[in-house]
């Protein structure tokens, strides 16, 4: 049982798992009000039984970020609890949608910019009027290292994080003269239900696909790829983030976040290419197949 309530709420959306839920235990052991939010109220049972076991004041109200309803409810609700005063929200719902991007719909793109992009939008709207109102408030915003570095495959989750860098960048600056501030985490891979979650393009999903060589690389340096198992790096960096008096922009944080994210805009274009084509294994054009009009061979 906490013996010091903090004053202070933060509304955290995706919650069921992974980052979200570490970051609603974090604050829900720090004694402030926790908006754990999340899409199927049911999800949420054991996240409000640990709260309630540990006398946080934290409860998960359904919010889906697709949903403009469903937004608004959920925080007018929040503000009505906490009398218009919200001091963080942490936007870290999203998904991770794959595959090539000739075999992408434009539908299945839609929808991974509708969750990771616009619904980054929807619910920070949502909250900015009352947080101009105070002249105080900080958005913390689960960017990426995909939004720094491009991998083939990766093409979709890539298009949203890479507008999520552009749309905080110019968000900060509008917001500046209200006192509110935003930030944006930039984690590198960590082991969260993202990746049992993650989402291929269906036209990929078959042997018969002219990407499947690609993919199989792509699956096999995926599988390589070393992800950190604790979060608490990114828990501390998103408690930095949402508590300092003048957060920073970009927080990179995790396994070669810094080194690669960093570290990319100094590499020149053609290098970057050389490099990920011996990765993937693509470093030569398939040779032309007279018998075959299918465009899509040329990789
Ligand atoms: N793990 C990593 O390596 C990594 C690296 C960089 C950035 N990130 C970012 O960190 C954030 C959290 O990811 P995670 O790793 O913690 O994965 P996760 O465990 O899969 O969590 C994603 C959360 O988002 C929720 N969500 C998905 N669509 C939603 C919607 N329409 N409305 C509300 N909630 C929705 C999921 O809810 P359901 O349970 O209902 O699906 C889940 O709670 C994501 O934005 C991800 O892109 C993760």
Redesign the pocket.
Known sequence: MNAVHDPRSILI??????????TAERFGARGWRVFA????PD?GAPLRELGARKGWRLTTPE?????DD?VAAAVAEVLRQTDGRLDVLV??????AYGPLEETSPDELRAQL???VV?VHRVTRAVLPAMRARRAGTVVT?????GRVALPMVGP?HA??WALEGMIEAWRLELHPFGVRMAL?????????????ERIAAAADRAESPYADLLASYRREAARLG??HD?TP?VDAIERAATAENPRLRWPV?PTSFSAGRLRPFVPDRLYEWIMRIAFRTRRPLPPDPSRTDASLRL
């Open positions: 959306t995706g919650s069921s798992s992974g980052i979200g839920r570490a939010s999340l899409r199927r999800a919010l889906d970020v697709t949903r469903s936007n870290n719902a999203g998904y991770y509708e969750t990771n619904g689960l960017g990426s290292l995909s989750y949203s994080k985490i930039e984690p590198g891979p960590f082991a969260t239900p993202l990746y049992a979650n992800r950190a979060l990114l995790g």
